[in-house]
Structures are given as C-alpha cells and as structure tokens.
C-alpha cells in the first residue's frame, strides 16, 4: 500500500496543497489542469497511504483535520524545497519562463499596469502574461494569481505578502455645469447639501473622509448614483449629475481637459494605499521576481508624476482663473 505513491507523492501533496489552499476540488482542479475526480483520487490515495484522515468531505463543506492541517504545513515547507532545488538545477529562478497571473483594480490597471504588461511581454518574450481585473480583495491562493496590484487604506489580516509601492488620493470634482446650477460648497459641511456620487467598493469606505492635512472631517454622502468601479461613476460627474470624490487617476485628464472642476481643492481623501500582493511562499520565481522589480521601478515615479501635477500646476491655475472671474 504505502508504494503505490511512491513516484506520485509529489504530485499527490501538490493537490491536498491545492485543495486546502483553494477551498475545493473543482478549483484545485483547474489550477492543475486535472478533472476534479482525479484530484479527489490523489487526495484519497495520500490518506490511504497515511492511513488517517486529512480532509472531512460532505456534499456542501469540507473541512480540515487536526492532523490534516499539520500535514498541509509540512507539504508547503517540502514543497517550497522540492520548487527552489528544480528552479536552480532547470534555471526557473534565474530566467523568466512560463505563464505569470496578474491581477489588478480596473481603472488604476488600465491607466498604470496595463502599459507595463506589455513592456514586461517585450522584455522578457519566454512569458505569457494573464491579465484580469477585478475591484475587490483578490483570492491569490484560490485563484492561481502569482501577483496583484490592490488600492486600500488598510490591509485585512491576510496569509499574502504585501509590500507598499506608493499612495493615492481622492479628490472632490464637479462638471462645470453643475456648479452653474448648484453653486459651489464653501466647506466640506456644505457637501451634505449636494448630490453626491459615491465610489464604493472592498478599497474605499461609504463615508467620506477628508482632510486638510491639518483637520479632518467625515460625512455621509447621499445622492442618486453609488458605483463600483471609478469609469462609472465618472462618466456621471462628467455629465453634471453631482459631485464626487475619486481617486486623482482617474480624474487627472478631465481635469486636463476641463470637463471637470477640482471642489474644495484644499480637502481631498485620507492617504490610500497602492500594495502588490503575492501568496506567502519563500521562493519567488524569476517570471514574478521581474514583474514585480518592473512594478517597483515604474509605478513610484509615475504615481508621483500625477499627483505632482494635479497639486502642484492645475490648483494655482484654477485659483486664479477665479480670482480674475471674480475681479471682473
């Protein structure tokens, strides 16, 4: 009994790994391109060869054992060692090579990651990169994805790795057409008085909270659209449905164009930050390694560039293309 896996237990511990990792054997499946049937048959031949129990399977839950849960720990470890020894001896770890999953919130992605994506194809040819966008906190494990750009003011307790790479801000922005009709707040105590569009999703928080970088407040927004995703809720403001606050990305060439007006300039968002995550494993991969150096390299400086110039050039601008309004 116990050498019928003996040239398979690899293969047999990478998929009672997969499983406990992605939550069943369907998704533990297609990360390893089996059917599920064969995966629940290699989960079973593990624990006849253990002759213990590792998984409790009924129709709709599974759950881990006591000694389940410290095999699948010891696995991890073994199978970390087994992928750094075959990365040096095959030169995984020293060239890209293989398929990288990449995940990242959608208009940040579009403006920032997708750009790199195809300088990270063009360096490094040996790669195929998936690229998939989602607005809320990503499931690396269960989903297969070796990295992922995610915005958030704060990181949930989490088995991944995060490292930081840089902050946003929300700013306040109207179509100049709604101020026309509406008038312009004086105070952010004024915004509870407007239609306000709120951008709401696992990064941001219902309430609005704003600061001076002296003073901060919080309010409670009300108006007739709440969005997901910062195209959507842009789109409305530019139209003159009402004010929102979104993020300086997404606001920056509108602001450019004219089409928006930055409102109480003084007030934006508490800081946001731009993190990539990675599953919490030792060994990185050569694929990942670069994407996430590249990452590292580019985003900083460019993140940076924008903020610069939505604070720093269009602010003044404004200011005094008002006082001269005003004047007149």
């Known amino acids: 009994m116990r050498k019928n896996l003996d040239y398979g237990l690899l293969h047999a511990m990478t998929a009672f790994v997969r499983v406990v990792d992605a939550g069943s054997f369907t998704a533990a499946a297609s990360q390893m391109e089996l059917t599920t049937a064969q995966v629940s048959r290699l989960v079973s031949e ?4 253990l002759q213990t129990k590792l998984l409790q399977r009924t129709t709709r839950r599974m759950a881990l054992t006591s000694v389940g849960e410290r095999y699948a720990n010891q696995c991890r470890a073994i199978l970390e060692l087994v992928a750094e020894a075959e990365g040096e001896a095959s030169g995984a770890r020293i060239e890209p090579t293989g398929r990288l999953r990449v995940l990242c919130m959608a208009s940040f992605g579009d403006r920032y990651v997708v750009p790199l994506v195809a300088k ?10 998936e690229y998939s966008a989602s ?14 750009v995610y915005l958030t003011q704060g990181l949930p307790d989490s088995s991944v790795v995060a490292q930081r790479l840089g902050t946003i801000r929300a700013v306040l922005c109207a179509a100049p057409n ?17 239609a306000c569009l709120r951008l709401v999703n696992s990064s941001t928080t219902p309430l609005w909270e ?30 003159g449905l009402g004010i929102a606050m979104l993020p300086e990305f ?10 928006l007006v930055h409102v ?3 007030w934006h968002s508490t800081d946001v930050g731009v993190y990539v995550l990675m599953p919490s494993r030792k060994f990185l991969e050569a694929k990942t390694r670069a994407w996430i150096d590249l990452l590292k390299a580019e985003l900083p400086a ?16 404004r200011r005094r293309s008002r006082a001269a309004t005003s004047s007149r």
């Open 135 to 148: 607005q809320y906190v990503p499931d690396l494990l269960a989903d297969g994805v070796d990295v992922s």
């Open 210 to 239: 704003l600061t001076d970088g002296k003073n901060t407040h919080s309010i409670q927004p009300a108006g007739p659209l709440v969005g997901d995703h910062s195209d959507a809720v842009l789109h409305a403001t530019t139209t």
């Open 178 to 194: 709604y101020i026309e009709r509406r008038g312009s707040p004086k105070t952010v105590r004024d915004l509870v008085d407007h």
């Open 46 to 49: 593990l624990e006849n060869r």
């Open 120 to 129: 990270y194809c063009a360096m490094y040819p040996t790669v195929t990169v």
């Open 250 to 259: 997404a606001v920056l060439d509108s602001i450019r164009s004219g089409e």
């Open 302 to 317: 460019a993140l940076e560039r924008d903020a610069s110039y939505c604070y720093q050039n269009e602010l003044p601008k």
């Open 264 to 266: 109480l300039p003084q």
